[in-house]
């Protein structure tokens, strides 16, 4: 592994099911975060964690829960998918305690039906 | 209003110019200002990030202006590969990125 790898790549999932989207990271970075990217939108931030064992809601957290057990993972579950959740899911991470420079995975596609 | 703003573009720029785009933030407690580049479906990679003093990396200068409350980016001898999406990015603390929806450029052999 080199950087941050993201599975799946893409997803078609049905509305109301569970779905985590996976994240590992081996740059032992501290900070790990977790964004949606929309159309004409920029990046929003749902949830992050800025040490393991520790999480925080970002701007659009509702709907989404994270888990940081250890440094390197960093799950998102969508525990009931509706279709406004649609989006590509972007994982990135960080070295120092804060977001400084972010280094991203190559993305989730995920569309709920 | 967007916190943070750009015109999406497209720009479409001949192989060889110069160009320009802005970025206006609107949080004057801001603390810091990155470029971001993206390109077709891909994640988004460090472009650079951005000084007070303004910043030069090889054909890329970015300038920040907190009176006004924007950053620029310029793109001297544009070459194809420069072609993407740029993506303003304002850190305003607290863990908060807040992100440009980017500027689309195109350039045109």
């Known amino acids: 592994i080199a950087g941050i790898t993201q599975a799946p790549t893409s997803q078609i999932l049905a509305a109301g099911r569970r779905m985590t989207l996976r994240c590992t990271q081996d740059m032992r970075h501290n900070a790990m975060y977790w964004y949606r990217q929309d159309l004409g939108l920029g990046l929003r931030l749902i949830h992050y964690s800025n040490t393991a064992g520790t999480t925080g809601k970002g701007e659009v957290p509702d709907g989404y829960s994270v888990s940081r057990a250890n440094t390197d993972d960093f799950p998102l579950t969508l525990a009931s998918a509706v279709p406004s959740q649609t989006s590509v899911y972007f994982c990135?991470?960080?070295?120092?305690?804060?977001?400084?420079?972010?280094?991203f995975g190559p993305g989730t596609r995920l569309t709920v039906l | 209003r967007k916190e943070v703003e750009q015109d999406p573009g497209p720009f479409n720029v001949p192989e060889g110019a110069t160009v320009a785009f802005n970025c206006t933030y609107s949080?004057?407690?801001?603390?810091?200002f990155f470029w971001y580049r993206q390109d077709c479906r891909k994640e988004p990679k460090l472009l650079m990030s951005?000084?007070?003093?303004?910043n030069e990396d090889g054909r890329f200068t970015a300038q920040l202006n907190r009176a006004s409350q924007y950053i620029s980016l310029l793109i001297r001898d544009s070459k194809l590969s420069d072609s993407a999406t740029y993506l303003c990015?304002?850190?305003?603390?607290?863990?908060?990125?807040?992100w440009g929806a980017g500027t689309k450029l195109i350039i045109k052999p």
């Open positions: 949080n004057s407690a801001s603390q810091s």
């Open positions: 990015v304002v850190n305003r603390g607290n863990y908060q990125l807040i």
């Open positions: 951005v000084y007070s003093s303004g």
């Open positions: 990135a991470s960080s070295g120092g305690q804060g977001p400084d420079t972010q280094y």
